[in-house]
């Protein structure tokens, strides 16, 4: 077998370096901002919880509602809660009812495999939410925590 390999040929000067693009730069967080990740899925949890990290957040996950209220509890620091909708025990939007009675400036992204006018439909979520759907890239999350943090 014989595999043969064609590159371009760089005719530029040696010290020539590119210039950064900042039209397609994807908004960063700070390790100021702490983000609770609650997902059952434990793929989905750790994967959501990398790109996030990679974004420059600190990060907190849990697997239900009760434990993400327990940390909440010893975390006040906490600045959003990234909840999925349809959890066993409680679902999202009751664990955000519950969170912002114990901290009222907390923020909230919502995120589900469901549409969102499904769950829209079925009044598990109300109009006007912060919402994401799965799968997400790692841009859009970025978009949406930064979108979620000014609003």
């Given at each position: 077998t014989t595999i043969k390999l064609y590159l371009p040929q760089f005719l530029g000067a040696a010290d020539s370096v590119?210039?950064?693009?900042?039209?397609?730069?994807?908004?960063?967080?700070?390790v100021?901002?702490?983000?609770?990740v609650v997902e059952d899925d434990e793929k989905l949890r750790r994967s959501t919880v990398e790109m996030l990290r990679e974004l420059g957040y600190t990060v907190m996950a849990a697997d239900g509602a009760a434990t993400a209220l327990r940390?909440?509890?010893?975390?006040?620091?906490?600045?959003?809660?990234?909840?999925?909708?349809?959890?066993?025990?409680?679902n999202g939007r009751k664990l955000a009812e519950e969170a912002r009675r114990r901290k009222p400036d907390l923020k909230v992204v919502y995120t589900s495999g469901y549409p969102r006018n499904a769950i829209l439909d079925n009044g598990v979520l109300i109009a006007g939410v912060q919402f994401i759907s799965k799968p997400f890239t790692l841009e859009q999350l970025a978009l949406k925590m930064r979108d979620a943090s000014t609003a």
């Open positions: 590119a210039e950064p693009q900042t039209g397609n730069m994807i908004p960063r967080g700070t100021q901002q702490t983000i609770l940390v909440l509890d010893e975390h006040p620091d906490l600045t959003l809660l990234f909840t999925d909708v349809v959890m066993p025990d409680m």
